[in-house]
């Protein structure tokens, strides 16, 4: 089997285990890994031979950028204190936690260079953390809660690494240099995403094309990422906020074409990407083994205690902060999402498992200083990376599933049912103003503005049949059904067209073009 076969064949995993996983009630990236784990054991599966500074470019824009899609800049302005004391402040208190512990443990380890471990297994991974989040039916602040510490905490964690990486190269520390060096990495990122965000939303309203617009949101994260980092910012930051900025002003309510396109696009390009990235991890773990070179026990101890630590940290930070958060939301009555309730903090704490972002920091540890001598400590912080990644990812993601039904966290669907149902009456209230307008210029036949009443009241049933009353809501239930019953014969005489369209492809004289034409005009109007 080569390099390209193998690849396939992880797109294929990818693939099989979203189904898998809802069956079993796990989530789809630790079967990923356990499979990664299972082929990186086959003698015919070949080593990975991906640059290790290529993997981050290459894997962390497209995750990022389709989680943003799942959020919004209100979420993050409303819920910046939670995200900061998880993104920010945990990731310093992990680095220098883990950073302590490596330093007296393993042998011969400068500090730098541990630091530099602390600094790589802090952030808790956002792609793993959303999908087990998303798959559990988790209540939405705890959702946006970990989507936010999980898009940021990158961030804070590989400057954090590069400054200590740095250090252990030269062998020297500057603290205001590296302040510095902080400061000027997030301006820059902010500068690239924002510019770059303006400029793709000029650029998508040229292209118009809902085909043409989806390929240019595909080549935006990696032009962001690529930007900053050439311009020494921060790539993983200028992600996000070019992400957000689409979001926020690329969105046009009738463009529903390319609205449909653009989000089943990125489900696609969500679902391959973090099954490869995670079929990685567990390709690599064999490799990884040859680090221990006869020491496996003894680095297997350092790999625990450091995952030990990593995993008490969260929880002995998360107590005190959840409690601190709960006390300002009191005080100041503020718009933010914060844990309610012990178990939910509990789960949060259980959450934070290790992924893509450590894998590539860890492979990424130089190999040599500037002064020719090999990096110190360089395969104990790899073995004890891959010990801390496996141990949250496979562990904690595994265990998660249960805890939570244990606990009985669950989302407030009263909740949910409320927002749904106070939408569509504005979505209703909207269609019978506009009504209105319309009739006040244009001059309807009584029959015709009688339909048009009862479709803009529809438009609200359809989507919370709770909105209305027992009597209109019989009546509403007796036109689905006759709607229904003409759908499903629609349905039909579109099938029926559809086919004789594409036998007409294979017939003598017939330009596939044209039949493609026609059948996407079919085709929408199906959809429609």
Not at 163 to 176: D, E, N, Q, R
Request: with cysteine; charged share 20%; net charge negative.
């Amino acid at each position: 089997m080569d390099q390209l076969a193998l690849l396939f064949l992880l797109l294929l995993g990818a693939l099989l285990t979203v189904p898998l996983g809802e069956r079993l009630g796990l989530p789809a990236p630790v079967l990923m890994t356990l499979v990664g784990i299972v082929l990186a054991f086959l003698p015919f599966v070949p080593n990975v031979e991906i640059p290790p500074e290529y993997i981050l470019p290459l894997v962390l824009p497209p995750l990022l950028y389709a989680a943003v899609q799942r959020t919004s800049w209100r979420q993050f302005a409303a819920n910046k204190r939670p995200i900061f004391l998880l993104a920010v402040a945990l990731v310093f208190v992990t680095t220098a936690a883990v950073g302590a512990v490596a330093n007296a443990l393993v042998p011969g380890i400068p500090l730098a260079a541990a630091i530099a471990l602390g600094a790589l297994v802090a952030p808790p991974d956002p792609v793993a953390a959303t999908a087990v989040a998303g798959s559990l039916g988790l209540p939405r602040r705890l959702v946006s809660i970990l989507e936010g510490e999980g898009l940021f905490n990158d961030v804070t964690a590989i400057v954090l690494y590069h400054v200590a990486i740095a250090a252990a190269v030269s062998g020297s520390f500057s603290l205001p240099a590296a302040a510095g060096a902080l400061v000027l990495s997030a301006v820059v990122a902010v500068a690239v995403g924002l510019g770059l965000g303006w400029l793709s939303n000029k650029l998508i309203g040229y292209l118009g094309d809902a085909t043409l617009q989806t390929g240019l949101t595909l080549l935006v994260p990696f032009v962001s990422y690529v930007l900053a980092e050439e311009l020494h910012g921060s790539g993983v930051l200028s992600v996000l906020v070019t992400a957000l900025f689409l979001a926020e002003h690329a969105a046009d309510a009738d463009d529903v074409m390319g609205r449909l396109a653009g989000q089943t696009f990125w489900e696609i390009v969500d679902t391959l990407v973090t099954g490869i990235a995670f079929g990685l991890i567990g390709l690599e773990v064999v490799h990884v083994f040859g680090y221990a070179d006869g020491h496996v026990l003894e680095m297997l101890g350092w790999g625990a205690a450091v995952a030990g630590t990593v995993v008490v940290v969260r929880l002995l930070w998360l107590l005190p902060a959840t409690w601190l958060a709960q006390r300002m939301h009191t005080l100041r009555d503020v718009d933010e999402e914060i844990p309610v309730s012990w178990r939910e903090t509990v789960v949060m704490w259980w959450a934070g498992m290790r992924g893509v972002a450590s894998v590539a920091l860890a492979l990424a540890v130089p190999l040599t200083t500037d002064d020719g001598e090999p990096f110190p400590g360089r395969a104990e912080i790899v073995f004890i990376a891959f010990c801390v990644i496996l141990t949250t990812l496979v562990l904690q993601g595994l265990t998660l599933p249960a805890l939570v039904r244990r606990l009985g966290v669950k989302a407030d669907t009263e909740t949910e049912r409320a927002l749904e149902r106070e939408l569509a009456i504005r979505a209703a209230k909207a269609a019978k103003r506009r009504l209105k307008e319309i009739e006040e210029v244009e001059d309807l036949p009584e029959e015709v503005q009688e339909r048009l009443h009862r479709g803009a009241f529809d438009i609200g049933a359809r989507i919370s049949p709770d909105m209305v009353d027992d009597e209109r809501r019989a009546a509403f239930t007796e036109r689905v059904d006759r709607f229904k019953a003409v759908q499903r014969i629609q349905k039909e005489l579109m099938s029926a067209a559809r086919h004789e369209v594409l036998a007409a492809r294979s017939e003598p004289g017939a330009d596939p073009e044209v039949v493609d034409r026609v059948l996407r005009q079919l085709d929408v109007r199906s959809m429609r």
